[in-house]
C-alpha cells in the first residue's frame, strides 16, 4: 500500500490542453516534492512545497500544497509535448521521502 | 557542478549471483539515498547513509546492503539475486538528512534471468 495516492495513474492529452494531476495522503508531511522523470533517466526535481496552503508556479506548472499538509496537485496549462513524463509526488517526514506511484502524462501533438 | 553518477548502466545477472552497484554523489552532499523502481511497486526506498552510517532503512530483507566511504561515494550490494530484483536501481543524494530535496544519478537497470 503506497503512502501516497496517485491520480489519475496515466492521462493522455492533445497539445494545447491542460491537465491536473492529484497526490492523497492520510498522513502529515512537512514538506512535499514534485519530481518528473522521462524514460531512461532518474527523476528530476521540480518544486518543493513547505507551508499548508501554499501555491507555487514555475513556468505553466502551478503546485498546490493541501491546507493540512496531506495532499497536493500539480496543474499544467496549455501543455506541450516536452512536458510527456512520470510525475511522482513525494512527502518528507522526519526520517525519509515515500513516493507516489506516479502520473504517467502523454502529450500528444 | 558535476551530477551524480551511478555505474554500471546496465548489468545482467544470474539467479543466485551477487551484484555491487555505484554511486557518486553531487559535490558536497553528505547524503545518499537507494531507490528500487519497478513498473508494479513505483520507487521504494532501501536506505539512506549520511556520514558513513546508514541511517534510515526501507522494508527490504537483508539481502540487500550498503554503505558509504569518507568521500560520500556509496556502493548498493544485492546477494543471493532472485528474478525479483529486476529493477532500476536509483541513487541519489541530498544535502540533509532525511526527507531533503532529492538529486538522482540515472540509475542501473538490473536484470536477472
Known amino acids: 500500500t503506497q503512502l501516497l495516492e496517485q491520480s489519475p495513474q496515466f492521462l493522455s492529452i492533445q497539445e494545447g490542453e491542460n491537465l491536473t494531476v492529484y497526490c492523497n495522503s492520510s498522513s502529515v508531511f512537512s514538506s512535499l516534492q514534485w519530481y518528473r522523470q522521462e524514460p531512461g533517466e532518474g527523476p528530476v526535481l521540480l518544486v518543493t512545497?513547505?507551508?499548508?496552503?501554499e501555491v507555487k508556479k514555475l513556468k505553466r506548472l502551478t503546485f498546490q500544497f493541501g491546507d493540512a499538509r496531506k495532499d497536493s496537485s500539480l496543474h499544467i496549462t496549455a501543455a506541450q509535448t516536452g512536458d510527456t513524463g512520470l510525475y511522482l509526488c513525494?512527502?518528507?517526514?522526519?526520517?525519509?521521502?515515500?513516493f507516489g506511484a506516479g502520473t504517467t502524462v502523454t502529450v500528444r501533438a | 557542478k558535476a551530477g551524480v553518477t551511478q555505474t554500471p548502466r546496465y548489468l545482467i545477472k544470474t539467479r543466485g549471483q551477487q551484484v555491487t552497484l555505484s554511486c557518486s554523489p553531487i559535490s558536497g552532499h553528505r547524503s545518499v539515498s537507494w531507490y528500487q523502481q519497478t513498473p508494479g511497486q513505483g520507487l521504494q526506498f532501501l536506505f539512506e547513509y549520511f556520514s558513513e552510517t546508514q541511517r534510515n532503512k526501507g522494508n527490504f530483507p537483508g539481502r540487500f546492503s550498503g554503505r558509504q566511504f569518507s568521500n560520500s561515494r556509496s556502493e548498493m550490494n544485492v546477494s543471493t539475486l532472485e528474478l525479483g530484483d529486476s529493477a532500476l536501481y536509483l541513487c541519489a543524494s541530498s544535502v540533509v538528512l532525511a526527507g531533503g530535496e532529492q538529486y538522482f544519478g540515472p540509475g542501473t537497470r538490473l536484470t536477472v534471468t
Open positions: 513525494a512527502g518528507a517526514d522526519d526520517y525519509k521521502l515515500s
Open positions: 512545497v513547505v507551508t499548508g496552503g
